[in-house]
């Protein structure tokens, strides 16, 4: 069974871009979450999408945005790009009972 | 609400000693308890879990945990440690019935030393 695959795992953007990232989860997987990691914050929680929608979110400004396509695969969105946005962002996919697997993420370095 | 007590940020020790990672948690409600490995540059890897039944828990890579209800905690332990161990040790909890959406420690950081 192929694990999470996340694409692309390097980008260096410039302040003021945006960029998409993506997502593809285990197959039957329909709970997508994404992460953000920095060595200051820790890992703090961007979403989850299930079935299409958006069913959680964490405490990020709106520049940070989802979406989940009827296969599962899920992309994130950052518009307006900060310094502060490098970092590891993860997604995970998980079934149930708050088992999630992740990729092995896509670092962000904002120039 | 759930939160997560990682009590050692780094945790040195020599090969072939024994390891305890400390975690404590927080919840007003039941939860699942994990932990996660995470080496340079690279997402995190499940060690093991506690979902119900025998509060200890063994994982890959020789390790093991055991849940306290009644002390909130679930340390994380290794009785011979290789260098190849040397990572990062996140604590989770994910609320049972819930969102399923884990909350997650701040880690520990183990460095083998040979």
């Known amino acids: 069974k192929a694990g999470v695959t996340q694409t692309p795992r390097y980008l260096i953007k410039t302040r003021g871009q945006q960029v998409t990232l993506s997502c593809s989860p285990i197959?039957?997987?329909?709970?997508v979450s994404w992460y953000q990691q920095t060595p200051g914050q820790g890992l703090q929680f961007l979403f989850e999408?299930?079935?299409?929608?958006?069913?959680n979110k964490g405490n990020f400004p709106g520049r940070f945005s989802g979406r989940q396509f009827s296969n599962s695969r899920s992309e994130m969105n950052v518009s307006t790009l900060e310094l502060g946005d490098s970092a590891l962002y993860l997604c995970?996919?998980?079934?149930?009972?708050?088992?999630?697997?992740f990729g092995q993420g896509t670092r962000l370095t904002v120039v | 609400a759930q939160s997560v007590t990682q009590l050692d940020s780094q945790v040195p020790v020599f090969e072939e000693a024994p390891v305890e990672l400390r975690c404590n948690y927080s919840?007003?409600?039941?939860?699942?308890l994990f932990w996660y490995v995470q080496y340079p540059n690279q997402g995190l890897q499940l060690l093991l879990k506690?979902?119900?039944?025998?509060?200890l828990v063994k994982g890959i890579n020789g390790f093991e945990a055991e849940f306290n209800k009644s002390q909130t905690s679930f340390h994380l332990r290794k009785p011979s440690v290789h260098i190849s161990d040397t990572a990062e040790y996140f604590c989770a909890v994910s609320p049972i019935g819930g969102s399923y959406i884990p909350t997650f420690g701040r880690g520990t950081s183990l460095i083998v030393h040979p």
């Open positions: 919840s007003s409600v039941s939860v699942y």
């Open positions: 999408y299930f079935s299409e929608t958006q069913r």
């Open positions: 506690y979902l119900s039944g025998s509060t």
């Open positions: 197959s039957g997987h329909r709970s």
């Open positions: 995970a996919s998980s079934l149930d009972q708050g088992l999630a697997f």
